[in-house]
């Protein structure tokens, strides 16, 4: 009797839980958060990926509980503000383990090892989704931003460090170990020479495409051949000044970041790769690369895309919101 009002219990659970499910996904109102080290960031996106509000609160610091409630009190006014119940999606730094559902990888180590899904879960009385910001830039890219109606779409993100994200036919790639794209940690292809055995990454392995395609990654490859040194942003203001130390340094960069894309086009054949985060906004690599990456690519021709953000810095948390589809 008890067995069978057990089952009867996790059976109504169960469709409560579906029935939540689809109770968010028909409504219209998509609330996004992006998670990081310094703030919580909030968007409320209408099904049409019109902005309706948005609002930030600082990250508190060491505090995993203090950051969960600041997250429910950012969705519990906008709610109060919009006047509706949204669905929730969050994208922060780390991965969410599928085996344990607790989150790794997060540069705010607070939350390393916390069940941070399931708590949010609770707090919020509904269906929570995460996914890691590269995962969110991608979305967000592939479905009303500069990939739009694209149906294989790789998202980069090129910043402090690098990170990636595949979205197939609208819906995020992801996988039983939370790290489809990431290939920041893969070897630079194709290396020369002079690149290897390459720079020590703080992942433990050396050489890898992050050490040589990050902000940081540009200035020392740079700093190293000068022995000056730049910040990415002024190399590349000093080459587009003719400045030709500064030009050598992006054109490696470029050759680089064809090789790499090269492996991930070989692997994932995207209808287009889209760049974010600060690098992202040098516009010489949209022409460029794609006129190097044919030599590395295993095709006779190469029509993927290469293209800047629509939605830039937006994208993360907009992504977010996405995690419940339009
Ligand atoms: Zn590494």
């Given at each position: 009797?008890?067995?069978?009002?057990?089952?009867?219990?996790?059976?109504?659970?169960?469709?409560?839980?579906?029935?939540?499910?689809?109770?968010?996904?028909?409504?219209?109102?998509?609330?996004?958060?992006?998670?990081?080290?310094?703030?919580?960031?909030?968007?409320?996106?209408?099904?049409?990926?019109?902005?309706?509000?948005?609002?930030?609160?600082?990250?508190?610091?060491?505090?995993?509980?203090?950051?969960?409630?600041?997250?429910?009190?950012?969705?519990?006014?906008?709610?109060?503000?919009?006047?509706?119940?949204?669905?929730?999606?969050?994208?922060?730094?780390?991965?969410?383990?599928?085996?344990?559902?607790?989150?790794?990888?997060?540069?705010?180590?607070?939350?390393?090892?916390?069940?941070?899904?399931?708590?949010?879960?609770?707090?919020?009385?509904?269906?929570?989704?995460?996914?890691?910001?590269?995962?969110?830039?991608?979305?967000?890219?592939?479905?009303?931003?500069?990939?739009?109606?694209?149906?294989?779409?790789?998202?980069?993100i090129l910043g402090t460090g690098?990170?990636?994200?595949?979205?197939?036919?609208?819906?995020?790639?992801?996988?039983?170990?939370?790290?489809?794209?990431?290939?920041?940690?893969?070897?630079?292809?194709?290396?020369?020479?002079?690149?290897?055995?390459?720079?020590?990454?703080?992942?433990?392995?050396?050489?890898?495409?992050?050490?040589?395609?990050s902000g940081?990654?540009?200035?020392?490859?740079?700093?190293?051949?000068?022995?000056?040194?730049?910040?990415?942003?002024?190399?590349?203001?000093?080459?587009?000044?003719?400045?030709?130390?500064?030009?050598?340094?992006?054109?490696?960069?470029?050759?680089?970041?064809?090789?790499?894309?090269?492996?991930?086009?070989?692997?994932?054949?995207?209808?287009?790769?889209?760049?974010?985060g600060g690098l992202?906004?040098?516009?010489?690599?949209?022409?460029?690369?794609?006129?190097?990456?044919?030599?590395?690519?295993?095709?006779?021709?190469?029509?993927?895309?290469?293209?800047?953000?629509?939605?830039?810095?937006?994208?993360?948390?907009?992504?977010?919101?996405?995690?419940?589809?339009?």
């Amino acid at each position: 009797m008890t067995v069978f009002g057990m089952r009867k219990t996790r059976k109504a659970t169960v469709e409560s839980n579906q029935l939540e499910h689809s109770r968010a996904r028909a409504g219209g109102l998509r609330l996004g958060i992006d998670l990081g080290g310094t703030k919580i960031e909030l968007i409320a996106l209408a099904r049409d990926g019109t902005e309706l509000l948005r609002r930030r609160l600082a990250t508190p610091q060491g505090d995993y509980e203090g950051t969960l409630r600041a997250i429910r009190s950012l969705v519990q006014q906008a709610e109060t503000e919009l006047g509706a119940r949204g669905t929730v999606g969050i994208g922060t730094p780390g991965a969410l383990s599928r085996a344990t559902g607790k989150l790794k990888n997060s540069n705010s180590v607070c939350l390393n090892g916390r069940p941070i899904l399931e708590d949010l879960q609770n707090l919020l009385e509904r269906p929570v989704r995460m996914a890691n910001d590269a995962d969110c830039f991608a979305l967000s890219e592939a479905t009303d931003g500069a990939a739009a109606g694209m149906a294989v779409v790789f998202g980069v993100i090129l910043g402090t460090g690098v990170g990636g994200g595949i979205v197939a036919h609208g819906r995020l790639l992801q996988g039983p170990n939370a790290i489809a794209g990431e290939w920041g940690h893969n070897p630079l292809p194709w290396p020369a020479s002079e690149e290897l055995p390459g720079r020590a990454c703080y992942c433990g392995k050396r050489g890898c495409i992050e050490t040589f395609l990050s902000g940081p990654g540009l200035a020392l490859d740079y700093t190293e051949r000068s022995g000056t040194r730049l910040e990415g942003p002024e190399i590349v203001a000093r080459a587009a000044a003719g400045e030709e130390a500064c030009e050598a340094a992006l054109r490696r960069y470029e050759d680089r970041l064809a090789r790499s894309l090269a492996h991930v086009l070989n692997l994932v054949d995207p209808d287009a790769v889209v760049l974010g985060g600060g690098l992202s906004r040098c516009a010489r690599w949209y022409e460029n690369v794609p006129k190097l990456w044919g030599k590395y690519v295993f095709s006779d021709r190469v029509d993927t895309r290469l293209l800047p953000p629509r939605h830039g810095d937006s994208s993360g948390v907009r992504g977010a919101a996405w995690l419940w589809g339009r």
